[in-house]
């Protein structure tokens, strides 16, 4: 018998019997690993943390896409979602290539090709999904965005979403610009950094809302803030 014929044999009896409990702890704990190496730095997991860059993904599994409140997803996610439920073959051609299946959506992850990979994910995050749990429990993570602190105002969302995956906000707070040097800085972004080139609308959102907020003649705090801690990924 050859190695390919008992890989054959073993994935037959895999087939035919029901799971181990300790080959599903095994897949929990692979995907809590692919959680932190993927996921974390942008997505909290656990009941009453507040979004960061990305939602709270305690609870996704069985939610409806682009449904969690306090959260101001895209436009083309709500659209892909059509208000359907995440379930586990959605999540999974979404992991697969979230950019290549939603159009116009924000996230510039490039996704999970490796299907062993997406599979422990899943299985952890269902873990994470509010089993027995009532349903305020489940909607326990709507703590609004508290958008890095950066002022009310016409295109803080933009400002936020532009800047925060790449950088401390705190970059941009403590400046004092007026609009010519902010849209030098965003050319330089785009063209050294390989920031995605924020649409026309989008960019006159940002100026203006960086020229008001953090604009030459806008006072300089007394002393600048020293940045919060970084999240401590789960153990």
Aim: one cysteine or more; glycine letters at 8%.
């Amino acid at each position: 018998m050859t190695r390919l014929d008992l890989i054959l044999v073993f994935m037959l009896m895999l087939m035919a019997t029901p799971a181990r409990g300790d080959d599903l702890r095994d897949s929990v704990d692979q995907g809590k690993d692919v959680y932190r190496r993927n996921c974390f730095a942008c997505h909290p997991v656990s009941i009453g943390e507040g979004h960061r860059i990305g939602p709270n993904l305690w609870g996704i599994v069985g939610r409806k896409v682009a449904s969690l409140p306090g959260y101001p997803y895209s436009n083309g996610l709500k659209a892909w979602g059509k208000n359907a439920p995440w379930d586990m073959a959605m999540l999974d051609r979404f992991l697969a290539s979230s950019a290549g299946q939603v159009p116009g959506i924000r996230m510039k992850y490039s996704g999970l090709p490796d299907t062993d990979l997406r599979q422990n994910l899943l299985a952890f995050l269902s873990t994470r999904s509010g089993s027995g749990a009532s349903e305020s429990d489940r909607d326990a993570v709507v703590m609004p965005l508290d958008w890095g602190g950066l002022p009310e105002g016409n295109g803080r969302k933009e400002v936020y979403f532009a800047c925060q995956g790449c950088h401390s906000l705190m970059l941009v707070k403590q400046q004092r610009l007026n609009r010519r040097v902010w849209d030098e800085t965003l050319r330089l972004m785009v063209s050294e950094k390989k920031m995605p080139e924020p649409s026309r609308e989008a960019r006159e959102k940002i100026l203006d809302y960086l020229a008001n907020n953090f604009g030459d003649a806008t006072p300089r705090p007394s002393t600048l803030m020293t940045p919060p801690p970084l999240p401590v990924p789960p153990p």
